[in-house]
């Protein structure tokens, strides 16, 4: 018997989706802040709007940002698709809040490391953060199966 209930695991779910976005809009964010902090602007129009300089490409401290905003960008939506389908296909519980917990905390780490310049944990986080979505995900799918089957 699980320790959480299905509709725990949907509140522990949505909390860990918002930590998720709420991390990805501050990169956005700080994205445009930087440039605005350095007057280094990749349009033209905002160089000459907010008396900065215009540079192709962006600078690498903007770089770095934007690049850790993206990898988040490209591993969310596989994380909240299979985490909905994790849920939808009633798999177990204790191990859906263990995959969610530790998929944030593998996110957290490798935007710290990546913005830290630490590429070992950068990778190490990375790679935890996509094996979780893969273990997660095939789980989601043998629960569903499981389900039609019985």
Request: positive net charge; charged residues 15%.
């Amino acid at each position: 018997m699980s320790s959480l209930s299905g509709s725990a695991l949907l509140a522990v779910f949505a909390v860990v989706c918002a930590l998720l976005v709420l991390k990805a809009q501050v990169l956005g964010a700080a994205t445009a802040a930087t440039r605005g902090r350095l007057k280094k602007f990749i349009n033209p129009e905002d160089a000459v709007w907010l008396g900065g300089e215009h540079v192709n490409p962006d600078d690498e401290r903007v770089q770095r940002i934007f690049r850790a905003h993206r990898n988040d960008l490209e591993n969310l939506l596989p994380f909240f698709v299979g985490g909905t389908l994790y849920i939808l296909g009633g798999a177990a519980t204790t191990a859906g809040a263990a995959y969610f917990g530790v998929f944030l905390l593998a996110r957290y780490a490798h935007t710290f490391a990546y913005l830290k310049h630490k590429a070992r944990l950068r990778r190490d986080a990375f790679t935890l953060g996509w094996l979780v979505t893969i273990a997660m995900s095939i789980h989601a799918a043998w629960a569903s199966l499981a389900s039609v089957l019985a």
